[in-house]
């Protein structure tokens, strides 16, 4: 069993990108450049202008806040 497997909010990236399209560091612009503003705020902002599912959105927004420091 491989210890490489990944982990956490990364994990949901290969299935954001193949559901919507795009690839994860033009959600994570998207992210950004809401900023800054409440993380559930960020999410209901993917939900409802992109249509992205809540865990999806979730995920997105807590790896981009996490990569900023936030």
């Known amino acids: ?3 490489d497997k990944i982990k956490g ?3 949901y990236f290969p299935s954001i ?16 450049a809401a900023m800054p503003a ?6 209901t902002l993917l ?5 992205m599912g809540h865990g999806h959105a979730n995920a997105i927004v807590a ?7 936030s």
């Open 47 to 51: 939900k409802e202008q992109h249509g």
């Open 17 to 32: 990108e193949k559901k919507y399209g795009r690839p994860i560091s033009e959600w994570k612009g998207l992210v950004r």
């Open 9 to 11: 909010p990364a994990s």
């Open 1 to 3: 069993m491989s210890d």
């Open 38 to 43: 409440k993380h559930m705020e960020l999410v």
């Open 63 to 69: 790896h981009t806040l996490a990569e900023a420091g």
